[in-house]
């Protein structure tokens, strides 16, 4: 067959024209429209309902990984941190989350930190703002430079203000002692703070807190774990959970 057969009529004939291409006509589209809608509410439930059980999931790593840092600070130190450092005249330098910053893989972070000034000296105020996303739950609202996550800080409690307590020194079931509470959002304090929870917040924790989970609150105990502390909690398991020696009522009155 020739080149020229593209111009033979019974040759055009068996070869099949293109149809042009039909538009969607304002019914389909509608339809396709009520069906996109359709799949966004039935998935958007799931979707509102899985984000803040995930963002919780967070705020007990978060939580996990302090307590791990501390315990490798023990190993190291062989004590827990105390609460926070003073200088020569007994003032208050610089909180526990500082001290910790290199058993959080931030070696870098605390290495501009002046460790002989405050926490609050203008020559702190960089490592300030550059708050590490392990001490900020995922819901807080706080300002950016700020955490919820507080120490105990009493004398029969994890920690001491300005001395460093021996895990011998807790004899109390590790697991059900504890060791850093999640407090609610009126309680945040900048994270480099020498400022903690002591007897009586702990004892406050209910349902007038602002928390950041529904119904209560995360906290890890000196064991490692993590537990939820439900707002009804009684006073007396919190109480107990406080203390490190069973001096439980002794503890109360602080």
Not at 192 to 206: E, K, Q, R, T, Y
Not at 233 to 241: F, G
Request: proline share 8%.
């Amino acid at each position: 067959m020739s080149a020229s057969s593209g111009n033979d009529p019974e040759f055009n004939d068996v070869i099949p024209k293109p149809s042009p291409r039909r538009r969607p006509t304002l019914f389909e589209l509608l339809a396709a429209s009520g069906l996109c809608a359709l799949l966004v509410a039935l998935l958007l439930p799931a979707t509102r309902s899985a984000r803040p059980a995930a963002r919780r999931a967070q705020c007990i790593n978060n939580l996990k990984q302090i307590a791990l840092a501390l315990h490798n600070y023990e190993q190291a130190h062989k004590a827990l941190p105390p609460a926070y450092t003073v200088d020569a005249k007994g003032r208050p330098l610089h909180s526990w989350r500082t001290l910790i910053l290199p058993y959080l893989e931030q070696e870098s972070l605390y290495q501009t930190i002046d460790l002989s000034k405050p926490w609050n000296d203008l020559a702190n105020a960089k490592a300030l703002e550059a708050t590490p996303l392990v001490f900020r739950c995922p819901e807080s609202v706080e300002p950016r430079n700020t955490t919820t996550y507080l120490a105990i800080v009493a004398p029969n409690g994890c920690f001491l203000p300005t001395r460093s307590r021996r895990l011998a020194e807790i004899t109390d079931a590790h697991e059900s002692t504890l060791m850093v509470i999640e407090a609610g959002q009126e309680n945040a304090v900048p994270w480099m703070a020498p400022i903690d929870a002591g007897v009586p917040l702990v004892m406050s924790l209910g349902r007038t807190w602002k928390l950041h989970h529904s119904g209560g609150t995360d906290a890890c105990f000196v064991g490692s774990n993590v537990a939820f502390l439900k707002a009804t909690t009684p006073a007396r398991v919190r109480r107990a959970m406080i203390s490190i020696a069973g001096n439980d009522d002794e503890d109360a009155k602080e």
